[in-house]
T-cell receptor, first 113, second 113 residues
Framework: NAGVTQTPKFQVLKTGQSMTLQCAQD?????MYWYRQDPGMGLRLIYY???????DKGEVPNGYNVSRLNKREFSLRLESAAPSQTSVYFC????????????FGQGTRLTVV | GESVGLHLPTLSVQEGDNSIINCAYS??????FIWYKQESGKGPQFIID?????DKRQGQRVTVLLNKTVKHLSLQIAATQPGDSAVYFC????????????FGDGTTLTVKP
């Protein structure tokens, strides 16, 4: 099983450029998430989607937009990249409910210069 | 504010010894706790979980202990192996937070041969 697949794995952007990070899951999960991870820190939630057609802000949403394209896919868009958005981005999915573990993708390492 | 944190950012143990990784949380309304393991260059992976109405849960070579009185949980790894070297995160979920996880900062476990 592929689980959660993210593309691309690496990306370098210039300040002000835009890009979309893609995420797809094949586990039929309702909930999907985008996190960022900075050096020596835990994961901080950017946006999440509890079900197809719904999205909500997480802890650090500024500078990002998301689209829940269908049940499988959840994309993260940076409209105008800034150096502060240099980070590793993880997409995750889970079943609905509080007692649900999250399944993570391999991550996208983004550098904004 | 609410937080989930780990006591020590790094832990070094000898191969074959037992490891104990600690985590403190601040919200008494937490319903569910999860430990994740993140190997270098990969996304976090589920290790073990525990509901807030339990105080101990055992898996294969791992045990999680929950002390709600002092808002503390620990992950114990028996007979630590080189493959256990990774960053370990605790996370907590709450029904009032739509089940989204709040992650601690992580403890880096290094196993010396």
């Amino acid at each position: 099983n592929a689980g959660v697949t993210q593309t691309p794995k690496f990306q370098v952007l210039k300040t002000g450029q835009s890009m979309t990070l893609q995420c797809a899951q094949d586990m039929n999960h309702n909930s999907m998430y985008w996190y960022r991870q900075d050096p020596g820190m835990g994961l901080r939630l950017i946006y999440y989607s509890a079900s197809e057609g719904t999205t909500d802000k997480g802890e650090v949403p500024n500078g990002y937009n998301v689209s829940r394209l269908n049940k499988r896919e959840f994309s993260l868009r940076l409209e105008s990249a800034a150096p502060s958005q240099t980070s590793v981005y993880f997409c995750a999915s889970s079943e609905a409910g509080v007692a649900a573990e999250a399944f993570f993708g391999q991550g996208t390492r983004l550098t904004v210069v | 504010g609410e937080s989930v944190g780990l006591h020590l950012p790094t832990l070094s143990v000898q191969e074959g010894d037992n490891s104990i990784i600690n985590c403190a949380y601040s919200n008494s309304a937490s319903d569910y706790f999860i430990w994740y393991k993140q190997e270098s260059g990969k996304g976090p992976q589920f290790i073990i979980d525990i509901r807030s109405n339990m105080d101990k849960r055992q898996g294969q070579r791992v045990t999680v202990l929950l002390n709600k009185t002092v808002k503390h949980l620990s992950l114990q790894i028996a007979a630590t192996q080189p493959g256990d070297s990774a960053v370990y995160f605790c996370a907590e979920n709450r029904r009032t937070n739509a089940g989204k996880s709040t992650f601690g900062d992580g403890t880096t476990l290094t196993v010396k041969p």
